[in-house]
Structures are given as structure tokens and as C-alpha cells.
């Protein structure tokens, strides 16, 4: 995580997936844990080591989406307008 050090820490991460979000702030094992790829504990050791947080976002606020989705036009122009990417897109 030393990618910029100006980088204001903890570095927020945005998430939607609550799951995701309870497994990275809790220690508890439970038996679906079990499958979870060993690369997948370093987030829950970087939240603990107060470098990471990772935040509930709403799916609808998922800056990230027309990235990698697609999307109906009106939504998209919301988030790249949100993402400061576009003032406005005529079309």
C-alpha cells in the first residue's frame, strides 16, 4: 500500500458488497470462510493495521460501475459527471 506516501491514511475503500465489508473489520471464522483465498486476509490485516478502511457504499453510488458495466445512459452520465471525468456530455 505505499503507492503514493501523501496519500491521507487510512486509505478509504469503497465497497458494496457487505460481506465483503463484515469479513475485512471482523477475526471471526465461520464455515464459508473456510474457502476464502489465503491473498484475501491481507485487507482484513491492513484494516487492522489501520492502513485500509473499507466503507458500505450503496450499489447505486458505485462510482467504479461504468467501468465495468454497462450501464443505462442517464446513469452513466451521473457517475462520470460524479467522477469529475466530464462536466457534462452532450449527446
Do not use: W
Amino acid at each position: 500500500m505505499k503507492v503514493v506516501d501523501s496519500i491521507e491514511r487510512p486509505l478509504t475503500i469503497y465497497c458494496d458488497n457487505a460481506a465483503a465489508v463484515f469479513f475485512s473489520k471482523n477475526n471471526k471464522r465461520t464455515s464459508g470462510s473456510r474457502n476464502i483465498d489465503v491473498k484475501y486476509f491481507s485487507v482484513r490485516e491492513s484494516v487492522r493495521d489501520n492502513e485500509v478502511e473499507v466503507t458500505k457504499i450503496g450499489t447505486k453510488d458505485q462510482l467504479a460501475d461504468p467501468l465495468t458495466k454497462a450501464l443505462p445512459v442517464s446513469v452513466f452520465i451521473r457517475h462520470v459527471e460524479n467522477m469529475g471525468v466530464l462536466g457534462s456530455i452532450d449527446g
